[in-house]
């Protein structure tokens, strides 16, 4: 069976646009509402079936609860310049009607207190934080219904809740582990997908696609890099490769819990929490986001599962964590991103041990044309951006 959804039923608020959507009030929103608007629609947000009233947005700031007291890791808002009037509203998206909103209640935004309680800081540095201020000064809580889904890029699967269940239920998979990822596929990743397959009838790979922090890889590069190591590497019958169509937070801890929740809503049994899990920069510690998610997994019907940072060791030839490895830092090697992308950079190759051939080649000439598109402009620009080496 797969997990139950949060609260009990899968949320859907998909509905034929109606004749009248026009002549509503309208509420323009930017991309990553719309991100929002969907997910709730789809049920990927389940039991939330609209932007969040004051009521659970509060209790999710202070305690990671919803009114009801359910656990949820993140607000879920919808915020404006001026309030609205509090009637039935046309949701817009670059003029057009997308979906609507019963508006229920509007309230001031306090950035500090939602900043301080989600993100654990007031730094603008800090990319959620920099969001919380960015945005509208009130908030909109309200249900919400949605006519048309946010435009597809083209690597989409699988990209709502009843998808993915049917899909497990027709491979009959009892017990499924949930794996999110924003980065292309290294050794130290496939370990810990495999590792939980072991023991789990599938394995549901979960690319978030939405928006993210511009230096993190482009998801249809991300996407074709996994489809590469599934096809060559992978048992076909035990993996799925799905994609989340929501925004990233880089909210650590609370984003976990959150991550957590989405993934039982998709029908994953389990899901994989790492090492720094939807950190950002040094905000979190390395184990704070299983640390916290430990407070709340009992109320959960999605086991999270929690893995050590897992590296290549030269003395065990071959990934490890240090649960299983007694060898010195010095022969252990990380493929991270800035690793990565440095030794794309000097025409370097990754080694087979770090990373696939058939992934390490996607994601090498996407960085190479990228530094090309860099340079190009660079030149127009008489390289203003100092690149002009
Ligand atoms: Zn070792």
Known sequence: MTAEPHGGDLVDRVQEQPDDADDLPSI???????????????????????????????????????????????PVTLTTDNAPSEEPHALTYDGEPVGRVDVEETWSKDAEAWSEGVYGTTELAHPGVEHVHGHGDHHVGGDVELYTSTPEAGYERLTTPKESRREFRERQWDSVVGFQTRNPPHRAHEYIQKTALENHDGLFVHPLVGTTKDSDVDAAVRMHAYEAL????????????????????????????????????????????????????????????????????????????????????????????????????????????????RTAREGGDVSPKLMRPEVWEIVRSQLESQSEQEAGANARTGGATGGAS
């Open 230 to 341: 599934l096809d060559e590497y992978y048992a076909g019958g035990r993996v799925a490769l799905g994609t989340l169509k929501a925004p990233m937070r880089y909210a650590g801890p609370r984003e976990a819990l959150f991550h957590a929740v989405v993934r039982q809503n998709y029908g994953c049994t389990a899901f994989v929490v790492g090492r720094d899990h939807a950190g950002v920069g040094d905000y979190y510690g390395s184990y704070e986001a299983q640390d916290y998610l430990r407070e709340f997994e009992d109320e959960l019907d999605v086991d999270p599962l929690y893995f050590e940072y897992a590296f290549y060791c030269h003395s065990c030839d071959g990934m490890a964590t240090a649960k299983t490895c007694p060898h010195p830092d010095d022969s252990h090697v990380n493929p991270s991103g800035t690793y990565i992308r």
């Open 28 to 74: 323009e929103i930017d991309r990553r509402t719309y991100l929002d608007l969907e997910m709730i629609a789809v049920g990927g947000y389940s039991p939330l079936e609209g932007f969040m009233t004051q009521d659970s947005f509060n209790r999710v700031v202070a305690e990671a609860r919803l009114a009801d007291g359910s656990p949820w890791g993140v």
